[in-house]
């Protein structure tokens, strides 16, 4: 039997939690928009139900791909962005992503993957941008060890870099960071801080 994703078994509740945006989100997403050209080709790798973040970049007339891991959370998802283009995929994935995007983000999504392979989703979009596009993502806000614990009685698996670690990455990853700051500090227990970052894929030099 396949196993299935964690956020299919809390699909519904996931979405009637996710409403909105939660304190200092929104700016990033501005920042975003406001390099955007209109009409602008988004990825969302992590997308999850679309809400809050593609439905807002949706609405401000960009057209939006969505790869998400959990089947439960796509069907979801197309009900609230019927225009997008929405597929199950890994944030990991072997093949490469269906670019070029003017922009992506990566939200909640990449500290449920191992730290080994965050590089690897970092080098997995830049070569889907286009030069000058701005990345977004989240992922932990401190040094700790992987550890699992339950959303509604379901396991999940968390890991992260520490901040600065995260930021030499995405540098090594051909990105430049152009805003970071921890959207929740940490305070121990289950809440381990959470960073978010705004990073630019460097245009090439001319040879």
């Not at 939660?22 to 975003?32: A, D, F, N």
């Not at 959370?73 to 490469?96: S, V």
């Not at 940490?186 to 809440?191: A, L, M, S, V």
Request: proline share 7%; aromatic share 8%; hydrophobic share 40%.
């Amino acid at each position: 039997m396949e196993k299935r994703a964690p956020y299919d078994l809390i699909a519904e509740q996931w979405n009637s939690l996710r409403t909105g945006f939660r304190p200092g989100e929104e700016s990033y997403l501005q920042l975003l928009l406001d390099s955007l050209s209109p009409n602008s080709r988004i990825l969302d790798l992590g997308c999850g139900t679309g809400t809050p973040n593609a439905t807002f970049l949706s609405a401000a007339g960009h057209r939006i791909h969505g790869i998400d891991a959990s089947e439960k959370l796509l069907e979801i998802a197309r009900e609230n962005l019927p225009d997008a283009t929405l597929e199950a995929g890994q944030l990991e994935g072997d093949q490469p992503l269906p670019g070029p995007f003017d922009s992506a983000l990566c939200w909640d999504a990449l500290f449920h993957l191992e730290r080994a392979l965050h590089q690897k989703v970092f080098e997995r979009v830049a070569a889907s941008l286009r030069p000058g596009a701005l990345f977004l993502l989240t992922s932990g806000g401190s040094a700790n060890d992987p550890f699992t614990d339950t959303m509604w009685d379901v396991e999940f698996s968390y890991d992260a870099h520490p901040p600065a670690e995260t930021k030499r990455l995405l540098t090594a990853s051909g990105f430049e960071i152009i805003r970071s700051s921890l959207l929740e500090e940490p305070t121990g227990g289950r809440n381990k801080g959470r960073l978010a970052v705004a990073a630019r894929k460097v245009t090439p030099r001319a040879s």
